[in-house]
T-cell receptor, first 119, second 113 residues
Framework: GAGVSQSPRYKVAKRGQDVALRCDPI?????LFWYQQALGQGPEFLTY????????KSGLPSDRFFAERPEGSVSTLKIQRTQQEDSAVYLC?????????????????FGPGTRLTVT | RKEVEQDPGPFNVPEGATVAFNCTYS??????FFWYRQDCRKEPKLLMS???SGNEDGRFTAQLNRASQYISLLIRDSKLSDSATYLC??????????????FGTGTRLTIIP
């Protein structure tokens, strides 16, 4: 079946531009996550949605970052006034709710990511 | 101190050898543990969950030591296709509404023919 898809795959932005990154999760997955992965590092948590509710946004690095999932399916991560330090791969992941899957069967499925370069 | 720490490597290992990766985590309340694999310029994919009693999947064995807050992954009879970055991952269940994964930096493995 279809996995998590993200668009665009690559984005080059000039410093100060706004960008919007899209994530289409696996159909039926309640939980959706955004992670940021800098070169040579592991992914770092940005924010988490359960359906349309944003339950945790503690990882967003500044108020320039904003995420939404208005209908509980597709999500958009928006970065305003991009800075060079925002250059990274932005990964989206989706999963069944932990209470549904149980911790033993739990898995987050990742999309291919959007590689953002701010010049 | 990072919540999940790994030796970043790189590990360059001849084909057929056995290689072991270690990882430590700082939150003693963490209850679920995983190893993810990430190929170059690709997304992370679940390799295996790590259970308290230890578990094996073919050539891969994962172990957990809760007392030492230590997780390991052993790869036997390594293949060229095992070349990748291996990410140690922790799911913190202490805040039950939050399912975020915390990743280590990753250990880069290259299998040499």
């Amino acid at each position: 079946g279809a996995g998590v898809s993200q668009s665009p795959r690559y984005k080059v932005a000039k410093r100060g531009q706004d960008v919007a990154l899209r994530c289409d999760p696996i159909s039926g997955h309640v939980s959706l996550f955004w992670y940021q992965q800098a070169l040579g590092q592991g992914p770092e948590f940005l924010t988490y949605f359960q359906n349309e509710a944003q339950l945790d946004k503690s990882g967003l690095p500044s108020d320039r970052f904003f995420a939404e999932r208005p209908e509980g399916s597709v999500s958009t991560l928006k970065i305003q006034r991009t800075q060079q330090e925002d250059s990274a791969v932005y990964l989206c992941a989706s999963s069944l709710n932990l209470r549904t899957s149980g911790s033993v069967g739990y898995e987050q499925y990742f999309g291919p990511g959007t590689r953002l370069t701010v010049t | 101190r990072k919540e999940v720490e790994q030796d970043p490597g790189p590990f360059n290992v001849p084909e057929g050898a056995t290689v072991a990766f270690n990882c430590t985590y700082s939150n003693s309340a963490s209850q679920s543990f995983f190893w993810y694999r990430q190929d170059c310029r690709k997304e992370p994919k679940l390799l295996m969950s790590v259970y308290s009693s230890g578990n094996e999947d073919g050539r891969f064995t994962a172990q957990l030591n809760r007392a030492s807050q230590y997780i390991s992954l052993l790869i036997r009879d390594s293949k060229l296709s095992d070349s990748a970055t291996y990410l140690c991952v922790v799911l913190d269940l202490s805040n039950f509404g939050n399912e975020k994964l915390t990743f280590g930096t990753g250990t880069r493995l290259t299998i040499i023919p």
